[in-house]
C-alpha cells in the first residue's frame, strides 16, 4: 500500500464484485494501479481477466463496488462516461477498424470528431504515431490491405490518438497469427517503456516478464496473488499459481 505522501493510484478497484447471471465473474476484486506502472493480468481462460479489463471502462457494468480513476469514480453513463472514456483507450483482440476508412482516416477520425482537434494538426499527429508503430507507409489504404500484426498496431496508434492517461488492452495478440506477435509485442514494450500507464491482459508470458512492473494473477474471478515479474514467475508463492506456471512455461 502507498504511503500518505506516495501520489494517489492511477486506477483504484475497490470491492469490485461481477455476476452474470448466477455466476459470480469477479469476486471482491481490490486492485490499485500507479501512474506510469505497466500491470499484466494473467490467468488460466474463464478467470475473470477480461471482464476486469472491459469493467475498469465500464464496457461491463459491475454489482457492487467501485472503481476511481484519476480521483474520480467511474460515472454510470452520459458525457461524463463519454468523457473519461476518451481519456482510457481500449485496444481489443479484433481490431475493430472502420473498414471503408483509411488507416489515417482511422487514427484521425476520434481527434477530430471528439476532442476538436484541427483536421491538419490531427494528421500530423497521427503520421507521428503511425510512424512509432511502424505503419506509416500504409495511411492510405484501408484496414483489409494490412495483414493482422499491422492492423492491431494501427489500433494501437488509434488510441493513443486520444492521449489516454491509461491503456487497457485486452488479449491484443490473441486473434493474430504466430509470426505477428511479436511486432505488435514490441510496439507494446516500446509503450511501456515510455511510461504509459497500461493494464494489460495477455498469455504472453514473455511480455509479461520483460513489460510488466506487477503481474496479477487471477483465477476463478478472483485476484491469487500479485507480485514483480521475476518473483512471480521463478517463486509464485500460491499452489494455484504454480500449477499454472507448470502447465504453460517449459
Do not use: W
Not at 461524463?80 to 477498424?97: D, H, K, T
Amino acid at each position: 500500500m502507498p504511503d500518505a505522501s506516495s501520489p494517489a493510484p492511477l486506477v483504484e478497484v475497490r470491492g469490485v464484485n461481477k455476476y452474470f447471471g448466477e455466476h459470480h465473474v469477479l469476486k471482491d476484486i481490490d486492485m490499485e494501479v500507479a501512474r506510469g506502472e505497466v500491470v499484466i493480468v494473467i490467468g488460466p481462460s474463464g478467470s475473470g481477466k477480461s471482464t476486469l479489463c472491459r469493467a475498469i471502462n465500464r464496457l461491463e457494468t459491475i454489482n457492487s463496488g467501485d472503481i476511481i480513476i484519476d480521483g474520480q469514480r467511474l460515472p454510470d453513463e452520459g458525457k461524463a462516461l463519454a468523457r473519461l472514456r476518451s481519456e482510457v483507450g481500449m485496444v481489443f483482440q479484433a481490431f475493430n477498424l472502420f473498414a471503408h476508412k483509411t488507416v489515417l482516416e482511422n487514427v484521425t477520425l476520434a481527434p477530430i470528431q471528439v476532442k476538436k482537434i484541427p483536421k491538419a494538426k490531427a494528421v500530423e499527429r497521427a503520421m507521428e504515431l503511425l510512424t512509432r508503430v511502424g505503419v506509416e507507409a500504409h495511411a492510405n489504404k484501408l484496414p483489409s490491405q494490412l495483414s493482422g500484426g499491422q492492423q492491431q498496431r494501427v489500433a494501437i496508434a488509434r488510441t493513443l490518438a486520444m492521449d489516454p492517461k491509461l491503456m487497457l488492452l485486452d488479449e491484443p495478440t490473441s486473434a493474430l497469427d504466430p509470426e505477428m506477435i511479436n511486432e505488435v509485442l514490441d510496439v507494446m514494450i516500446a509503450l511501456a517503456q515510455s511510461g504509459m500507464t497500461m493494464i494489460v491482459v495477455t498469455h504472453e508470458m514473455g511480455f509479461a516478464r520483460k513489460a510488466a512492473d506487477r503481474v496479477v494473477f487471477m483465477a476463478d474471478g478472483a485476484i491469487v496473488e500479485e507480485a514483480p515479474p521475476e518473483t512471480f514467475f521463478t517463486d509464485p508463492s500460491s499452489d494455484r499459481a504454480k500449477d499454472f506456471l507448470s502447465k504453460i512455461l517449459h
